[in-house]
């Protein structure tokens, strides 16, 4: 890819020289910044230098003035203001843009996508991590973290901003000291760069940083940048989400939802396209992006109720149908227009510089990568995923071609008749070591941090897959698994049409595993780092084990082994009720004969773990705090009606059938001394009153009135009622 150079810019650039670039009107922020940058590392054989620019009339201006003067080939453009934390930064950049060369830009955050407003913090969509002080304390700041080195974005935040490519700042249009970052972001990308947000582990920098500035300067660069860019522009009769300069779309061409629909530069949409959005369910970011410099052909139909992208320099053949749904049929009381469609969380992704053979349909959940060939007549189902610079053909479409980077040769991954492989065929996915099945209720908040940690996890994306089922939540939990799905292949959100209840949900999404072992886990605890690869250790190494449990109560790291439900239920304990210390081999699962039995309960976890040591008594139990919970206490349930009546009926239920009545009794007895009467001290110590301890006497009296001990268990239940109730 050519690099761009304009009059009077440096063209004869040292790769091994790292310029840091800032614009200073605050002499003692500036000092305190400088000083930061002594403790940065630098990489062998590099030099470093800094230039200073005062008294800049705006920060493109100053930006482009010192980029001019600079011969450095990698320019740091820093406010005054931020300080570098990451002492391993000029290598960490150096080694990322040398590993990708269409990367011309990054940034400490960013936007996946910019909204209609052009301001990059309403996206819903943001990565990147941040230490800053915008709210008047300072703080951490994390939004998604990207799956591989860096996330290509539509925008990055202008604390800080580095290029290994010059290209002139827009101090013709930006003035001042608002929108130049968004606009150099368009002109990167507008030249066939990417802008990317990279991953740290840790943030990169602090930002003591002022509230956002929404002065009338900043609203006229605002304006200036959607009109110069193209943002909310007409085309005809249509308003769209973003029309590029030297779009050329044919008069016959259908658009439905226009305001949803964001086309790049210089894209082409040729004679009877249809481009729609049928439900009309705009939103403030596009949900059919189409990249600069793409090409759909004739008669080609894109439909999209959640979201399509489409990269730059896409080709996309005559007769091509891409949807992320599809309509659904499974109530025959209804003709299936009338049912709606299959799902409204799918999302599509054709990555930068693929070609699109004609007459192939895309349907559903597919992310396509960078560089690929989808054959003619290809069927594309909900589900696929083909990597980078892949050649897939078939219906329904599979890899048959990869570009092998170590050979730099396109390697057959099937064998064709008469002929020798050059690589063993893999005609199905890769099965994951572990299915992280999380059903959800109205816990946006709790499950955003749950899958922050999940996905900050050093493990392999191979080794796992998370299936997140969303139970009707009132709360923001789609639009959460929207922005999570767009990132992460792996990962896959179910939404009921209607609240089941928490034991129908779980079974619902257990359902959906296709992993050698199902984990459960709730929404609600989230993953301590290192966590995921000492827990899948864990897994291989006991994978003859139809159950293993999780102790997080314990740090040992000890693993112990046994077998039988009696064994299991005098270790595990009322313990087993933790839904996300259970993982189950997904063979036996699949064996239970009436997995909806207890479904009612509140515990079909309970329910599903001895019903699998029925099939398979081998288990083992891991001591390690592994993970960490929110703390939150849901409720809307009886806590009594649960942990007594609900637990006691189903260790009953296995009772003569793998459980013994001793070790039931010796159970029963156990809960209420260390379990049940602490828990009801705490109720109504903390008034909990969305466990309904006002029912719990009652229920606990009735369950233990004809025990032996039952006259202690009352002298304890008489002291607390005094104690909290004054009885």
Request: proline share 3%; net charge negative.
């Amino acid at each position: 890819m050519a690099q761009r150079i304009k009059e009077g810019m440096t063209s004869d650039m040292d790769d091994r020289k790292i310029c840091f670039i800032m614009c200073v009107n605050n002499e003692e922020l500036a000092e305190r910044s400088q000083q930061s940058l002594k403790q940065l590392i630098k990489p062998d054989g590099f030099t470093v230098d800094l230039q200073i620019v005062r008294n800049a009339s705006g920060l493109a201006a100053g930006y482009d003035q010192a980029m001019r003067q600079s011969d450095a080939k990698y320019k740091v453009y820093l406010h005054q203001d931020v300080h570098i934390l990451n002492p391993q930064f000029l290598g960490d950049l150096v080694r990322l843009f040398s590993d990708y060369p269409s990367l011309g830009m990054i940034g400490a955050v960013g936007a996946k996508m910019l909204p209609s407003s052009g301001i990059w913090q309403a996206a819903s969509q943001k990565y990147g991590k941040v230490i800053d002080s915008h709210t008047g304390a300072t703080q951490s700041t994390e939004f998604m973290q990207p799956d591989g080195d860096y996330e290509a974005v539509e925008t990055i935040g202008g604390l800080l901003m580095v290029t290994q490519y010059d290209l002139p700042w827009r101090r013709d249009l930006f003035t001042g000291w608002h929108f130049y970052d968004a606009s150099h972001c368009q002109e990167f990308i507008s030249s066939g760069y990417e802008v990317g947000v990279p991953k740290q582990h840790l943030p990169w920098c602090l930002h003591d940083s002022d509230t956002l500035d929404q002065t009338d300067a900043y609203e006229d660069a605002r304006r200036i940048f959607l009109e110069y860019y193209g943002y909310g522009k007409n085309h005809g009769q249509h308003r769209l989400h973003r029309l590029g300069s030297g779009c050329n779309i044919h008069p016959t061409c259908e658009l439905s939802g226009a305001a949803g629909i964001a086309l790049g530069n210089e894209v082409k949409l040729q004679a009877d396209c249809s481009i729609a959005l049928p439900y009309n369910n705009i939103v403030s970011e596009p949900r059919i992006q189409i990249g600069s410099g793409s090409d759909i052909g004739r008669r080609c139909s894109l439909s999209a109720v959640n979201r399509i992208v489409i990269g730059s320099q896409v080709a996309i053949s005559t007769d091509v149908h891409i949807s992320d749904h599809n309509l659904a049929y499974e109530n025959i009381h209804l003709p299936i227009m009338k049912q709606g469609v299959d799902s409204w969380s799918h999302t599509i992704t054709i990555g930068a510089g693929s070609w699109i053979g004609a007459n192939t349909v895309i349907a559903g959940e597919v992310s396509i990568g960078k560089g690929c060939v989808i054959g003619a007549g290809s069927v594309v189902v909900s589900g696929t995923v083909i990597p980078d610079y892949c050649v897939a053909a078939g219906m329904p479409a599979r890899v048959i071609k990869q570009y092998d980077p170590g050979s730099r040769k396109w390697l057959r991954t099937v064998v064709s008749p008469g002929t020798e492989a050059d690589r063993p065929a893999d005609e199905t996915p890769v099965q994951p070591l572990m299915s992280i099945c999380i059903p959800v209720y109205n816990c946006g908040q709790e499950l955003e941090l749950c899958l922050k940690s999940i996905y900050s996890q050093n493990a392999r994306a191979d080794d796992f897959e998370v299936i997140v089922s969303d139970d009707a939540s009132t709360d923001h939990t789609e639009e959460l698994m929207r922005g999570y799905q767009e990132n992460y292949s792996n990962l896959r959100y179910y939404r009921n049409e209607q609240h089941v209840g928490a034991d129908g949900n779980t079974l619902k999404c257990a359902g959906y595993a296709r992993g050698e072992f199902i984990k459960l886990h709730s929404g609600e605890d989230y993953w301590l780092q290192g966590s995921m690869d000492a827990l899948c250790n864990q897994i291989e190494q006991n994978r003859d084990c139809s159950l293993l449990f999780l102790d997080i109560l314990s740090n040992s790291g000890v693993v112990n082994r046994g077998s039988g439900i009696s064994n299991y239920v005098e270790q595990v304990s009322i313990y087993s009720t933790f839904l996300s210390g259970i993982i189950m081999r997904r063979k036996e699962f699949e064996q239970i004969a009436a997995p909806e039995l207890f479904i009612h309960s509140n515990l079909i976890q309970v329910y599903l773990e001895l019903s699998i040591l029925e099939i398979n008594p081998d288990y083992c139990v891991y001591h390690r705090k592994l993970l960490a919970s929110s703390d939150k206490v849901a409720g809307g349930y009886s806590f009594a009606q649960t942990f007594i009546n609900s637990y006691l009926d189903i260790l009953n239920h296995f009772l003569y059938t793998g459980l013994d009545a001793a070790v039931l009794a010796a159970e029963k007895k156990q809960i209420a001394h260390t379990f049940l009467l602490w828990w009801y001290n705490y109720m109504l110590e903390k008034n909990l009153e969305q466990l309904q301890p006002g029912d719990f006497a009652q229920i606990f009296v009735a369950a233990y009135q004809d025990e032996s001990y039952y006259p202690d268990l009352h002298e304890r239940l008489h002291r607390i009622q005094a104690k909290h109730l004054k009885i």
